[in-house]
């Protein structure tokens, strides 16, 4: 589908790992997402609390799933390791984690083409190397919220960075298909994403997430 991106060039560097679903997403406690209440900690939230949504205003929550992820000492196989985000480098005000297949919305006019929609979801895996995002060995516990509306929301986290919150299922394997939200495959948003850092070299054509943190609003 997005098969001309291969054709642009690779700015990332060699011996990024492989893009398989390993059936997590969800975001790292010490996340703050915008709700009715403010800018909470993901893991403050519960069932019933408010989330602003990127297309549907203020949504109720209807499941948290919380999960803790024990990770050994020593080396850790890169597939599984979340992503670290610096500082704005998504329109997020402080730095953060993403699992791998935490879906991620996007803009860029690469989609537009293809689709007649600027915006796209692509999961974190394929963001390695990408503004400075790298896979990062996370410690020895992850706790993991995995929030859930009544339909696929995309929400708000740290300032402007637009996080997709599935309706069931997870990113890669088994979800159910999206009715709103384009969702790209885990290659087709690799070429996606290349395409736009090779673009971004070039001097900001299709240049990423043009999400102005300052669109979202206030939350004291």
Known sequence: MLDWFQK?????????????????????????????????????????DQLLTFDHG???LVEV???????????VDPVFCPLLVPQDALNNRVPMYLMPDQGVLMESDL??????????VVPACALDGYRGIRRLHPGERM??????????????????????????GDLLNGAAAPEFYNVLSAAEARDLVLAMAAAEQLGGFGAGPTIDPSGAPSLI
């Open 8 to 48: 642009r060039s690779n700015p990332f560097s060699e011996g990024a790992a492989p893009m398989v679903s390993v059936g997590q997403g969800g975001f790292l406690a010490g996340t703050h997402a915008a709700s009715n209440l403010g800018w909470r900690p993901v893991e403050a939230l519960t069932v019933g």
């Open 58 to 60: 203020m949504q109720p």
């Open 65 to 75: 799933r919380r999960e803790t992820v024990l990770v050994g000492e020593g080396d």
């Open 111 to 120: 989609v537009e083409d293809a689709h007649g929609d600027p915006f796209a």
């Open 143 to 168: 706790e993991l919220i995995i929030p859930r509306f009544a339909r696929d929301e995309v929400i708000y986290l740290e300032a402007g960075f637009l996080g997709f919150a599935p309706m069931q």
